[in-house]
């Protein structure tokens, strides 16, 4: 797996859910293990696939389910034994096993794979998980087989649940030691065995769990049509799932890679959680997210505290000394106007004018030099200073000419022009430059523009208002804030990935304190506390609230509406709204009034010291900020013909069996009919049928010769499952992927097909 992006550690909103950099840390970190479990099963011809949350995640979100914090992966018995032996020889550097043969206090019946025996900051170890010091593992789940006769079934949990006891009881010194022998002989009786007693207990622990194991794999495959995780689902009255939708395992992507999984991911979801692409956020696990724990138990014997943002009352702008804005570019124009007027509103000589002249071409200059040839107000003022230039030269002209008849008429008229272009000169400069209200959108991140588009027409919609936005370029850091890309990607220009239109500068040739902004809009709350990224310290949040009476932080857009006990929502304020840019900023934009006052309330408890009303106030609701535009993310609606987007995947050749290119034949025969009223966009999912394993040769030149058939009649177009405008499409049917949670966001209809056999 190649390394992870700068871009994928931003912050990111996913299915209403917001994700911090720290979470995708944890992530990027998983994803580094599972890369290792990956090459070793690869090597050794070990079969893995995801399992539970991760399953799910992978089916529905393409990646991490949004509100989740680790990752499980499955194995059948045979391939789980194979694992354990060659990771114990082949983990790299500190990597390690944990199972109850290598792990004091892993009392369990699975193993994880570790990233590293201790959380360690060396510079080695942040370097390659991405500024995350914590352990980091995945956990293997063991599927076994079992009993076609229920009894059977019953009687062998009620086995193992027995030798489970009598291991735990000795673990625990929770038994006498006439009772903990009266025990083992009777086990070494039943499964003839033989135990050790003079050893100690945790030794004896383990040779108990390794009998427990034993007893539940004592099933072989041909005895059985069923597989189930025995511990600790079986175990208390769960049934197991048919074997034969184990039997193939495909790859679909997940994050930056792919992750395997049953074929029949569809039926074994809906099975589980019958309309599994109706997002429900349910969080019954460890506490969120698991690092936290770990950061507690650090701090607890650390005799230094660990870095983190905290409150300091003295930066409110109400404790701060008033701003001054002698400096600025206004007000330098206002005094060089001034001065230009004084000495230019009745020039006496030739030497005035050439004063004049000059004063006047080093305004422009200066104007040009900070707003930038590019910008539009400053063009209009400098246009205006030119033809000042131009009517003054004729006058200078006039006034120095040789004498003649006509000489007093000629600098009277340039003398009325001059006047003209003074008074013009002065209106633009006054108007474009002088009293023109700045505005400026310092982001970071071009796919979060969108939030920022409808503040920015409101802005640009007010009279004498300039908007200009300030592309940040985002670069990794160290665990001593410095930069560890090299200093010339400062210089990347991010103005391209920003819609045509927008009134840009490039971050490096703007002079922030030249200028008195009216406004000045931020997104990013970290300044320096990000724990992975950052942007240019010039403008950190400390620094702009310098250039503007009114410092703005958006909240992340497209976040659903959550309460104080939605613990994971809650833990996602720590980075969203208790860093400096939201809690230093002199209004922080919301997007309802019910979390509106979530916010002023978790500002008052982190804020000691403040007021919880004070927050509120300085809380306010997009739309009361502008009434006619409309905040967030925009669904265009399609004008015209419908669009159907139609997702062919590969799971309906294992759950269609032979019939699959049938079903997918009859369907596009059967959308063919309404091509009159509608367009028909397919795709395939994973992306190229090339790499799909389940299917055999000849039924992907079948399934191609379908496609392509129907493309050269018209029925269907192709497009890259990819590179989909969810906005342009009217609906979704066919095999599950990940593009349903993003119709489904936009209130699209969404139709999965059935995989039975079509009549």
Same mark, same amino acid.
């Given at each position: ?36 479990i ?22 529905r979100?393409?990646?991490y ?20 032996r ?20 892993h ?94 207990s ?16 004592? /099933? ?62 349910v ?11 770990q ?58 004018l ?15 030099? /900070? ?13 205006s ?13 006039a ?5 003649n ?22 209106s ?70 920003y ?8 971050w ?7 200028l ?24 950190y ?17 497209g ?30 934009? /919301? ?12 500002l ?78 397919a ?61 489904t ?15």
């Amino acid at each position: 797996m190649d390394r992870l992006p700068i871009d994928y550690f931003r912050d990111e909103v996913r299915n209403g859910f917001f994700v911090p950099t720290a979470i995708k840390q944890a992530w990027g970190a998983q994803l580094k293990v599972l890369d290792v479990i990956d090459s070793i099963c690869r090597k050794h011809n070990i079969t893995y696939f995801a399992d539970w949350g991760t399953l799910l995640g992978t089916v529905r979100h393409g990646g991490y389910v949004p509100w989740d914090d680790d990752m499980d992966i499955c194995m059948k018995r045979a391939d789980y034994e194979k694992f354990r032996r060659a990771a114990a020889k082949e983990l790299p550097g500190n990597y390690c096993l944990h199972d109850y043969a290598h792990k004091e206090d892993h009392w369990l019946f699975l193993a994880r794979v570790v990233n590293n025996t201790h959380i360690s900051y060396e510079q080695k170890h942040m370097d390659e998980f991405y500024n995350f010091p914590y352990l980091v593992g995945i956990d293997i789940f063991v599927l076994d087989y079992l009993y076609r006769d229920d009894r059977d079934e019953r009687r062998r949990c009620d086995e193992v649940k027995h030798i489970i006891a009598v291991a735990d009881a000795i673990v625990n010194n929770k038994i006498s030691k006439a009772a903990e022998d009266a025990n083992l002989m009777e086990l070494e009786r039943l499964y003839n065995v033989k135990f050790n007693k003079n050893d100690d207990s945790r030794h004896l622990g383990i040779a108990l769990y390794h009998l427990a194991e034993t007893q539940m794999a004592r /099933v072989p495959e041909y005895e059985s049509d069923s597989l189930g995780q025995i511990f600790p689902w079986i175990l208390i009255g769960n049934r197991g799932r048919d074997k034969k939708l184990f039997k193939n395992i495909i790859r679909l992507p997940f994050e930056n890679t792919t992750m395997p999984v049953p074929a029949d991911y569809n039926y074994m979801l809906k099975s589980k959680y019958e309309q599994y692409f109706v997002i429900r956020k349910v969080w019954n696990g460890h506490k969120y997210p698991f690092f936290e724990a770990q950061r507690e138990s650090l701090q607890a014997v650390a005799d230094f505290k660990l870095p983190e943002f905290t409150f300091d009352i003295k930066k409110l702008r109400k404790n701060r000394p008033a701003s001054s804005y002698r400096n600025t570019m206004q007000e330098t124009v206002r005094e060089a106007m001034s001065e230009l007027c004084g000495i230019g509103e009745v020039p006496a000589d030739a030497s005035v004018l050439v004063q004049c002249q000059q004063a006047a071409i080093d305004i422009g200059s200066y104007i040009e030099k /900070v707003k930038g040839e590019d910008n539009h107000s400053g063009r209009i003022a400098v246009a205006s200073i030119e033809q000042y230039c131009e009517i003054l030269f004729r006058l200078y002209n006039a006034v120095t000419q040789p004498d003649n008849a006509g000489r007093r008429v000629t600098e009277l008229q340039a003398y009325e022009e001059y006047v003209s272009a003074l008074g013009d000169m002065k209106s633009a400069v006054q108007s474009q430059i002088i009293d023109r209200k700045l505005v400026a959108f310092v982001t970071d991140n071009p796919l979060r523009w969108q939030e920022l588009q409808p503040l920015y027409d409101y802005y640009n919609n007010i009279d004498n208002t300039e908007a200009v936005v300030i592309p940040l370029p985002v670069l990794a850091k160290n665990l001593y804030g410095e930069v560890v890309s090299g200093r010339e990607e400062w210089s990347n220009d991010r103005r391209e990935e920003y819609p045509d239109g927008l009134n840009t500068v490039a971050w490096d040739s703007i002079d922030m304190h030249m200028l008195k902004f009216d406004t000045i809009i931020i997104q990013n709350p970290y300044d320096e506390w990000n724990p992975y990224i950052t942007v240019p310290a010039a403008f950190y949040s400390a620094k702009l609230m310098q250039y503007t009476d009114c410092l703005t932080y958006v909240m992340p857009c497209g976040v659903n509406d959550f309460t104080e006990a939605d613990v994971n929502d809650m833990y996602g304020l720590k980075y969203s709204l208790a860093m400096p840019g939201a809690v230093y900023a002199d209004r922080i934009i /919301v997007h309802s009034e019910k979390m509106k006052k979530l916010y002023a309330e978790y500002l008052g408890n982190f804020a000691a010291g403040t007021d919880k009303a004070e927050w509120y106030r300085k809380l306010v609701c997009d739309n009361e900020l502008y009434q006619d535009t409309q905040s967030g993310i925009e669904v265009t609606q399609t004008a015209g013909r419908k669009r159907l987007l139609y997702c062919i995947g590969e799971n309906e050749f294992a759950e269609g069996a032979g019939y699959a290119l049938d079903n997918i034949s009859k369907r596009i025969s059967t959308m063919a009919g309404y091509t009159d009223k509608m367009d028909i966009i397919a795709c395939t999912y994973p992306y190229s049928i090339d790499d799909w394993d389940i299917c055999t040769g000849e039924q992907k030149e079948k399934f191609r010769r379908i496609i392509n058939d129907a493309e050269q009649s018209g029925n269907i177009s192709l497009c890259d499952l990819r590179n989909v405008d969810i906005s342009s499409m009217t609906a979704y049917y066919g095999s599950p992927s990940p593009l349903i949670c993003r119709f489904t966001e936009q209130h699209k209809p969404v139709m999965i097909s059935a995989s039975e056999r079509l009549e």
